[in-house]
């Protein structure tokens, strides 16, 4: 056992686990975090994925001692993490793309929701206004077992569009006040 120092949704945590503890389980059992999910515990599937430093890892596979220094953000501090990126106060209660998931009944049995999020989240950082091919690319290894693709698809074009009027406003609103 060791004493790690993670930084997880904005918060300075320590816990006390054997370094090569895969994330997810101190995530979820010692910090008692849902977002993240067991899945196929391979890496393969997105369910366990989480951003460190705005970058999706798959949580079942990566050791905690491989995260400690680095910022973490699960589907809990999406929403701050968004505010923060895009300078909108206060924190919206849901990130956009959850948001556009709800509008498009994209979520049916809930397995892939948060790897399906952090990953789209991740891609809407890095591509603000994605294609449908770059889209596709990006989400490719994020299984969904109920075949909500398109719905995924057209959730996360439906959050592109609210992020562009989101940033417009703040950009505005920062011109308005100089």
Do not use: W
Not at 58 to 74: E, N
Not at 94 to 119: D, F, R, S, T, W
Request: hydrophobic share 40%; proline share 6%.
């Amino acid at each position: 056992m060791a004493e790690m120092q993670l930084q997880v949704n904005g918060k300075r945590l320590t816990v006390n686990v054997d370094p090569a503890t895969p994330l997810l389980y101190v995530l979820t059992d010692d910090l008692a975090l849902k977002g993240p999910r067991f899945g196929c515990g391979l890496g393969q599937c997105g369910c366990c994925s989480v951003l460190a430093d705005g970058i999706e890892i798959r949580s079942c596979i990566t050791p905690v001692s491989r995260v400690a220094g680095k910022s973490l953000t699960t589907l809990e501090g999406l929403p701050a993490y968004y505010a923060a990126r895009m300078k909108v106060t206060p924190a919206p209660e849901l990130h956009p793309l959850q948001q556009a998931m709800i509008a498009e009944q994209a979520v049916q049995c809930g397995y892939c929701y948060n790897g399906q999020i952090i990953k789209g989240a991740e891609l809407l950082f890095k591509t603000p206004q994605p294609t449908e091919a770059q889209i596709r690319t990006a989400m490719n290894g994020h299984i969904c077992r109920c075949g909500t693709y398109p719905r995924i698809m057209a959730a996360i074009q439906r959050a592109a569009k609210a992020m562009a009027t989101t940033s417009t406003a703040s950009t505005a609103e920062e011109v308005s006040r100089a």
